[in-house]
């Protein structure tokens, strides 16, 4: 069966970088995007861009762009997601889900929680 | 970038309920809009895929409508599981969220 699992939760100081990692199975890991979104204590759904496994392009959105970068391990169908320069207002659930060229997303990770705080 | 207003932003409805939820997008987005399920501490749950297509292993009282610039989630007939917050989300450029929908139950 499809899965996507998620590294555990992680606390960094401000100005830090974490790396999120979201391990595949039960498909093909390069036929799906990896896409990123996350959720803010008691807010909505963000979305914070895409990759695709099998040419590691990526598509990343503008509010991150500078700060975020995603890549993947083909070897090990694992993706990572990579947030430097964290503040506060990045405390979230991000959470990885696949999708088939940007369409929806079938089947997402359990979540991982970031805390930023000093 | 295209915005998503969802309507109401909480409601509250009796099981057997019909229940309709909107979504707006500031742009003409085809039928490039799907729906998600999200309960408390879990991830979200796909239930309509462009504007209209039931996911597989979805109860049919979930219904999608709608193209354009609005669109429509029903429930037919409200359950005690459905008590959740729902997602509209666009993929005709880039991708965005509605700010979500609170159902209670009653």
């Known amino acids: 069966q499809v899965q996507l699992v998620q590294s555990g939760a992680e606390v960094k100081k401000p100005g830090a970088s974490v790396k999120v990692s979201c391990k595949a199975s039960?498909?093909?890991?390069?036929?799906?995007?990896i896409n990123w979104v996350r959720q803010a204590p008691g807010q909505g759904l963000e979305w914070m861009g895409w990759?695709?496994?099998?040419?590691?392009?990526?598509g990343y959105a503008h509010k991150f762009r500078g700060r975020v970068t995603m890549t993947r391990n083909t070897s090990t169908t694992t993706a990572y997601l990579e947030l430097s320069g964290l503040r506060a207002e990045d405390t979230a659930v991000y959470y990885c889900?696949?999708?088939?060229?940007?369409?929806?997303?079938?089947?997402w990770g359990q979540g991982t929680l970031v805390t930023v705080s000093s | 970038d295209i915005q998503m207003t969802q309507s109401p932003s909480s409601l509250s409805a009796s099981v057997g309920d019909r229940v309709t939820i909107t979504c707006q997008a500031s742009?003409?987005?085809?039928?490039?809009l799907n729906w998600y399920q999200q309960k408390p501490g879990k991830a979200p749950n796909l239930l309509i895929y462009?504007?209209?297509n039931l996911e597989t292993g979805v109860p049919a009282r979930f219904s999608g409508r709608g193209s354009g610039t609005d669109f429509t989630l029903t429930i037919s007939s409200l359950q005690p599981d459905d008590t959740a917050t729902y997602y509209c989300?666009?993929?005709?450029?880039?991708?965005?969220f509605g700010q979500g929908t609170r159902l209670e139950i009653k």
């Open positions: 989300q666009q993929h005709y450029d880039l991708i965005s």
């Open positions: 990759m695709n496994p099998s040419t590691g392009n990526t």
């Open positions: 742009q003409d987005i085809t039928t490039y």
């Open positions: 889900a696949r999708d088939l060229t940007s369409s929806w997303y079938d089947y």
């Open positions: 039960g498909y093909t890991f390069t036929t799906y995007d």
């Open positions: 462009d504007a209209s």
